[in-house]
T-cell receptor, first 110, second 117 residues
């Protein structure tokens, strides 16, 4: 079946380094993607989104890259801070619904 | 931005009882809301789509009689876990679309942690 998945379940980075979180999707018809951050015991928080007619979108310290050829999405966090420690999900919009990938747990080492 | 509020944040109930979780859109109307379930260290799994004024649409494998959804107004959807059992213990999260456009984000509630003992 079609799915949205992440390559790495856990990622540890040193404070100040850049982080890269990856996501693969298989539904070529998907045209809108969002990265969410979820802290323990809380609901997901919007980080950044990207439409399929774009390859790259930048926010504050975050960049999302979309490669439609290989159906791959990545989230780059610059100068990672301890407050960035959380689980990150990519979500794929199908119709009016969002379907989430497996998630990557990011740990920032002080 | 838009706010979605869930209540309660945490509930412990006895096996066999029913628990109701509320999801409210605080500053916007939501004709559609979504209910997710999340087990520890796992992703969010879409359970059902709640439609104002009509029946909810359930994902495959989700028991309709177990998870009752009511969307009585444009700002409130409720999920009732009926005859709860320990295996129903989970984190339940609701969301509402931020708008009618195709490329609009979903806003999420803070989640409800259900523990059935």
């Amino acid at each position: 079946g079609e799915s949205v998945g992440l390559h790495l379940p856990t990622l540890s980075v040193q404070e100040g380094d850049n982080s890269i979180i990856n996501c693969a999707y298989s539904n070529s018809a998907s045209d809108y993607f969002i990265w969410y951050k979820q802290e323990s015991g809380k609901g997901p928080q919007f980080i950044i989104d990207i439409r399929s007619n774009m390859d790259k979108r930048q926010g504050q310290r975050v960049t999302v890259l979309l490669n439609k050829t290989v159906k791959h999405l990545s989230l780059q966090i610059a100068a990672t801070q301890p407050g960035d420690s959380a689980v990150y999900f990519c979500a794929e919009k199908r119709g009016n619904q969002f379907y989430f990938g497996t998630g990557t747990s990011l740990t920032v080492i002080p | 931005g838009a706010v979605v509020s869930q209540h309660p944040s945490w509930v412990i109930c006895k096996s066999g009882t029913s628990v109701k979780i509320e999801c409210r859109s605080l500053d916007f109307q939501a004709t559609t809301m979504f209910w997710y379930r999340q087990f520890p260290k796992q992703s969010l799994m879409l359970m059902a789509t709640s439609n104002e004024g009509s029946k909810a649409t359930y994902e495959q494998g989700v028991e309709k009689d177990k998870f009752l959804i009511n969307h009585a107004s444009l700002t409130l959807s409720t999920l009732t876990v009926t005859s709860a059992h320990p295996e129903d213990s989970s984190f339940y999260i609701c969301s509402a679309p931020g708008g009618q456009g195709r490329n609009t984000e979903a806003f999420f509630g803070q989640g409800t942690r259900l523990t059935v003992v």
